[in-house]
């Protein structure tokens, strides 16, 4: 982009800002005609200033503000002359030229002047605007058009880890003939009351199943846990039963018929058999 003069700048933003006069309007258009980078710098005034310009009436200065302008570009002071050899009488055209061009630069600054103090005044109430907008955000917002109300921001909450769950009580039973070596163990969670079986040394028969059974007292007969399948066997139904009954009850393995018992009934005496210790205490309890 080419380098504008500081009248260039000033007649982009007085355009923006719709100060200008109909020859001076024209003559800007002119130039967006045949310069696209000044076309650009227009329209970025349009961009910063058009809205807030709509919001801003017309300010005049005072008259005695504007005198004394006009008599800062005009009338400064003197400063002392120089003593020079005295120069030899100008003639009647050089008078004439030069109280030509004394003449013209006092026009080309009172336009100057006059630019500028508009470009001022506008910029200056719109900055009084934006103080009174930023006022009325913070104290009132619903007085702003709803595209004008400061949005609100979103609150941050820090995600807390969710809390450990509590360790729970652990149960075993090794399940073994009197004296022999273990042929499962089972573990029971105290707090789900899931179990798994894990088989240790033991093989079914051909044509033959391991059923597992609850045995207590205080049931009218044994109740089926399912059959025992692969090295590892998990279920979960223990949950429905009392669980002191769970914690004291005898567990007792039968050898049953493929797929186990066809009637919810043992159909031989338990040839592996334990009872539950409490393995790891929930926390809490530990002693």
Request: aromatic share 6%.
């Amino acid at each position: 982009m080419m380098a504008y003069s500081e009248d260039h700048i000033a007649l982009a933003a007085e355009y923006a800002l719709g100060s200008l006069d109909a020859d001076e309007r024209a003559q800007v258009e002119t130039m967006m005609s045949l310069d696209k980078d000044f076309t650009a710098m227009v329209q970025a005034w349009e961009f910063k200033l058009g809205v807030l310009n709509q919001m801003v009436g017309s300010v005049e200065p005072r008259p005695e503000v504007w005198d004394k302008i006009k008599a800062a570009v005009g009338h400064s002071e003197p400063q002392a002359p120089m003593v020079l050899p005295e120069p030899p009488p100008p003639t009647a055209l050089a008078v004439g030229q030069a109280a030509a061009m004394d003449d013209s630069n006092v026009i080309r600054l009172s336009a100057n002047a006059r630019r500028w103090r508009s470009v001022a005044t506008s910029t200056s109430a719109i900055a009084a605007v934006l103080v009174a907008m930023i006022g009325v955000g913070l104290l009132l917002p619903d007085l702003l058009p709803d595209s004008m109300r400061p949005r609100a921001r979103p609150q941050v909450v820090e995600a807390k880890a969710p809390p450990a769950p509590t360790p729970s009580a652990q149960y075993v039973a090794v399940l073994q003939k009197e004296g022999g070596a273990p042929a499962f163990i089972l573990t029971v969670d105290g707090a789900t009351k899931n179990f798994t079986v894990r088989k240790v040394d033991a093989a079914a028969e051909p044509g033959k199943s391991f059923e597992l059974w609850l045995i207590s007292d205080k049931l009218p007969r044994p109740r089926s846990l399912g059959v025992i399948g692969g090295d590892f066997t998990s279920r979960p139904v223990l949950a429905s039963y009392d669980p002191d009954l769970v914690k004291t009850a005898t567990y007792a393995v039968t050898i049953e018929q493929a797929g186990g018992s066809p009637d919810g009934n043992p159909h031989s005496a338990p040839i592996f058999s334990g009872k539950l210790i409490e393995a790891v205490p929930a926390a809490g309890s530990a002693r």
